[in-house]
């Protein structure tokens, strides 16, 4: 089962959350978040695409990014990719350094880019943070001050304010609550609530990240990956199955109906498999192994 494609459009706004695999602190020092900004420069200028906000934390980013001709997966693979490489040269370590699938929220411009210009601005305030909305690495300081890096694109958030720069400045400052230097919540509450679902999912894994489960069970026991399907009942590929049943439906938001076209079995057989709760017990030994060498999964 293939990875579901993003939704793509020229001119599409997502609002994208990326962290740290099983929440470590991957932006921890000053220098790594300097590096992920000059990412983030390097590959706005390749492939064109518009940066209207961004907050880097300690352990995710967000980025407010409207897309060009080139779909936001390949932007983001090349961004990720490449930080993960920085990450792990610099820290001596290897594996991952993100969590699998970054996060990202199909939005309406003019509906919702100004609420979530200040929802990521705010970030520091919500956590706390010396500075709070004078933080460093955020695009705030881009909208009220020069621009040298080009990085973000503040004209036509700006232009919501007035036709002066000086109107502009003043309706963005109250807005995002300089003075107040406090928390302003998302205008809309749906908008608000998608949010929050997503950073709820502290412990589930993409729906579609079955292919990573798939493959990582096969890996484990040395079979290929086309022999999970074939009607072959070893019991090597029997106890494959069983355990890839197991954490997808523990990590994956699948039907019965879908992983059984996926593995090429009757619905009542998985089923039977997921009502079997010995066999949970039999393979936690494997479970474990695979879910944590693999995988990287957080219990």
């Not at 492939?47 to 001709?69: D, P, R, S, T």
């Not at 956590?127 to 909305?133: P, S, V």
């Not at 690495?137 to 621009?147: A, G």
Request: with cysteine.
């Amino acid at each position: 089962m293939a990875r579901k494609e993003r939704i793509h459009y020229e001119g599409a706004l997502y609002h994208v959350i990326c962290r740290g695999n099983n929440r470590e602190y991957i932006f921890e020092k000053n220098y790594e978040k300097e590096k992920y900004v000059e990412l983030l420069i390097h590959y706005k200028k390749r492939y064109q695409f518009k940066i209207y906000a961004y907050c880097i934390m300690g352990n995710h980013a967000h980025i407010l990014i409207e897309v060009g001709k080139v779909p936001l997966s390949k932007i983001m693979q090349g961004i990720q990719q490449v930080y993960t490489y920085y990450y792990n040269k610099q820290n001596n370590r290897s594996g991952h350094v993100f969590e699998q699938r970054y996060k990202a929220i199909l939005c309406n411009k003019d509906y919702y880019l100004l609420s979530l210009i200040r929802y990521i601005h705010q970030n520091p305030v919500r956590a706390g943070l010396k500075g709070g909305l004078s933080y460093p690495y955020s695009s705030h300081k881009n909208y009220i001050l020069d621009n040298p890096n080009n990085l973000v694109d503040r004209q036509f958030p700006l232009s919501v304010f007035g036709k002066s720069l000086k109107h502009q400045l003043e309706g963005y400052n109250e807005f995002v609550g300089v003075k107040e230097n406090v928390i302003q919540d998302l205008k809309d509450d749906e908008l608000a609530e998608e949010i929050e679902a997503y950073w709820a999912e502290e412990q589930r894994i993409d729906k579609f990240l079955f292919v990573d489960i798939l493959e990582a069970v096969c890996g484990y026991y040395d079979i290929k990956t086309e022999e999970i399907s074939l009607k072959v009942r070893t019991n090597r590929l029997v106890k494959a199955r069983k355990i890839i049943i197991i954490l997808a439906k523990s990590y994956c938001d699948l039907s019965n109906k879908e992983l059984a076209e996926g593995l090429n079995m009757s619905q009542p057989a998985i089923s039977n498999i997921i009502a079997d709760i010995a066999a949970k017990e039999d393979y936690e030994e494997d479970i474990m192994d695979i879910s944590n060498l693999n995988l990287n999964i957080s219990k």
